[in-house]
């Protein structure tokens, strides 16, 4: 399974967000500037994570974007599945049922195969575990240096614009 390179995007934007707080919305172009990323594409990034209530925004010359909710309400599979989606990743076309196994009767076919059970288990182990962390564990495993700096940046970048 790959995920977008979207989804670090939005995780680090979010985490940016956080460090930043509530005292003002941070436009897309600032965003983007400070990891070096391009603009519009983030934008449509940071669009799905207001549609899925993680970030909420702002219009206008001095708007721009905000967690919604606090980094403890914020879990990395909210912004996974506002980045990628809510569908399942293994999806059972039932090939079992084609060439050789045709023929068989319909009762072969009323369980799920082995091999969709097991990736089934294994994408909800994987969905339980990025429901169980937050935006602020994250937070609390990042080293304050690299809250300090970001703020710093921002902090700079705003009096020269």
Known sequence: MRMSEGV???LHCCV?????????PVSTARLAASFE????YLNKRLQAL??????????????????????ERITLMDVVAAIEGTEDVFRCTEIRRRGSGAEAPDR????????????RKAELAWRRELAGQ???DILAGTPGSAAERTRR?????????
């Open 8 to 10: 670090e995007w939005a």
């Open 50 to 71: 207001v549609r899925a209530g993680v970030l909420s925004s702002t219009p206008g010359a001095r708007g721009g974007f905000r967690l919604a909710r606090p980094p």
């Open 37 to 40: 990323l391009p603009p519009a």
């Open 134 to 136: 937050t935006l602020a």
């Open 108 to 119: 072969d076919f009323r369980r799920p195969c082995g091999i969709s059970t097991a990736m």
């Open 153 to 161: 940046w921002f902090a700079t970048e705003r009096t020269s614009t």
């Open 16 to 24: 940016t967000l956080a460090w930043l707080g509530d005292e003002r």
